[in-house]
């Protein structure tokens, strides 16, 4: 039986299997396990394909847009320290935050009974 669906975007969203919620979905950085090694649940066949990354960028803006126009206004750095800040800050961010992303996404999809591959 499948769990409802905030429970299964909670469970992936912490990167674990959406059906058990004890299992680990990814075995490398982004690369999901074929099954959960707890309940068995088939997740390798899942595309998530642009949304994980779509929603990294959106959390992403954001977080930065706000900051980096916070700083400005009231330390006025120069412009090459917030430019090279807000790149470095967006890489390690997008690295952080896009693994949770998928996690978010396979979970969906597990739940949906989706594979990223459908045709309508
Ligand atoms: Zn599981």
Known sequence: MRPPLWRALWRGLRKRCPGCGAGRIYKRYLKP??????????????????FAPWLTILILGHILVPLLGTIDYFFTPPLWLILLS???????????VLPHAKGLCLGMMWVLGLRGDEQH
């Open 33 to 50: 396990v074929s099954a959960c090694a707890n309940c068995g649940a088939a997740l390798g066949h899942i595309r998530t394909d642009d």
């Open 86 to 96: 807000a790149v470095a800050l967006g890489a390690i961010l997008a690295l952080a």
